[in-house]
């Protein structure tokens, strides 16, 4: 009798689950309101933006997303799994993490330019941003350019003038464009591999596009004679009057926007 009952109760939990799952697909902001009043926040410690389909047949909870720093071996070793075409970089000088409640979706990180002749003009380049591609894209959503986004003010802080990145020219660069960067220009592909240094030349043929955003870095104008310090907003050296009729000369902190930093120092996380 109670193995008879067994496969009947099993059978109805499946069916009472598979409405259930059908209701909270039908209507979002009815499951996210169900999910509220069982404590699903309160459970997890994180806001709950929505409840979004997977293209799966499946609901998957969508946490409001959050930048947040994660360390230097966590960037490089998410880099090295998930990015689709380039290895991790040697050396950068600042990065960060995007979160979608404890899931680490993707990393940014920002080092010198990779050509030469940008360096030393206060400039600094977004050399990998990286967003996982093997979960549902509703808990990526909008994660790139927040990441973008976030370099462009860190630098602007840290006090460089301006900000690049290149996309291979097959990328659309949507991101890039939602968080206020704009395009520069189509770069051919070339390799750097020489004779004097070995260099990996994967996704070196391919045109790549490259993107820039002008900041405007905080600079504090110091006068030598009173010592007085203002904090001003510029994008270049420049000369300013002070209170007392002496003139002062402005510069980006730390030298960003004047001289580049050496390989050996170059890493600062």
Same mark, same amino acid.
């Given at each position: ?57 499946? !609901?998957?909870?969508?946490?409001? !997303? ?8 966590? +960037? ?34 920002? $080092? ?26 509703? !808990? ?6 927040? !990441? ?6 860190? +630098? ?62 905080? +600079? ?6 009173? $010592?007085? +310090? ?26 960003? $926007? ?12």
């Amino acid at each position: 009798m109670a193995g008879g009952r067994e496969p009947s109760l099993t059978v109805q939990i499946k069916g009472l689950h598979e409405q259930i799952t059908f209701d909270m697909n039908d209507d979002p902001a009815w499951a996210r309101r169900f999910l509220q009043r069982l404590g699903i926040e309160e459970l997890c410690g994180h806001e709950l933006r929505r409840v979004a389909d997977d293209d799966s047949c499946s !609901l998957v909870l969508d946490w409001s !997303l959050r930048i947040a720093p994660v360390t230097h071996d966590q +960037a490089r070793s998410f880099i090295a799994r998930h990015h689709a075409h380039c290895r991790p970089p040697v050396m950068w000088r600042f990065h960060t993490g995007i979160f979608n409640g404890r899931t680490l979706l993707g990393v940014a990180v920002v $080092g010198n330019p990779v050509a030469r002749s940008y360096n030393g003009r206060g400039i600094v380049e977004v050399n990998r941003l990286c967003i996982r591609r093997d979960i549902a894209k509703p !808990l990526r959503w909008n994660a790139a350019s927040m !990441l973008y986004g976030w370099c462009a003010r860190e +630098a602007a802080r840290l006090g460089w003038s301006k900000i690049i990145t290149y996309t291979r020219a097959d990328e659309v660069g949507t991101s890039l464009r939602a968080a206020g960067w704009e395009q520069e220009g189509r770069i051919r592909g070339r390799g750097w591999h020489g004779a004097r240094r070995s260099r990996s030349n994967t996704n070196s043929w391919i045109d790549k596009v490259r993107w820039s955003r002008e900041l405007r870095p905080r +600079a504090v104008c110091k006068s030598p004679a009173a $010592g007085v +310090a203002t904090a001003v907003v510029s994008d270049i050296p420049f000369m300013t009057e002070m209170d007392n009729g002496l003139a002062a000369f402005c510069v980006p902190p730390h030298g960003g $926007g004047i001289r580049s930093t050496s390989s050996r120092t170059s890493r600062f996380t």
